[in-house]
């Protein structure tokens, strides 16, 4: 699997209320709706900006930390983010993204700017900055978490294939 979008950049220790604010989470439960959200106290123009199908979202250190609602993730793949890139990211938060399909890659994340077009190769463990001309080797994602993500997520794989395959 091969991702490739414009970065948009945010920095270390984002949280899931700043991912989607605690005033519409609860408000609010059409996915669709609370997406038009997305992170707007740290950037109110993000969601216009953000191409869908053809945008990652770049962070340092901790993404996605806080609570474990599956709100967070969700809105970021039906702002139409392609996958999420960062230093580290919260086990809860990383558990909860691959289980809905959407794909996240640790690297090191300062020498990619914002704009900056970029592919990643989930099976090779590569994310190259094709605007700066640079390769940054990452690990690559084990087999079953790539067909998890093929598949769409956890709930799909068990739909398509009835069990976990080695």
Do not use: C
């Not at 599956?70 to 938060?93: D, H």
């Not at 890659?105 to 704009?115: C, H, K």
């Amino acid at each position: 699997m091969i991702l490739k979008g414009r970065s948009y950049k945010v920095g270390d220790d984002i949280n899931t209320d700043y991912i989607i604010s605690g005033r519409y989470k609860f408000a609010i439960t059409d996915i669709k709706e609370l997406a038009k959200h997305l992170m707007e106290d740290i950037d109110p123009t993000l969601v216009e900006r953000i191409r869908p199908g053809a945008s990652l979202l770049v962070a340092g250190k901790n993404f996605g930390m806080g609570s474990s609602r599956e709100q967070a993730p969700l809105v970021i793949k039906e702002a139409g983010i392609v996958g999420v890139v960062a230093r580290s990211f919260a086990r809860i938060f990383y558990r909860n993204a691959i289980n809905i399909g959407l794909p996240l890659v640790e690297a090191e994340t300062q020498n990619i700017d914002e704009g900056d077009l970029l592919e990643i190769d989930l099976e090779k463990g590569l994310l190259r900055n094709t605007s700066r001309g640079s390769e940054i080797q990452v690990l690559p994602l084990p087999p079953i978490m790539r067909r998890l993500l093929a598949d769409g997520g956890l709930v799909p794989y068990f739909k398509k294939r009835g069990t976990i395959q080695p």
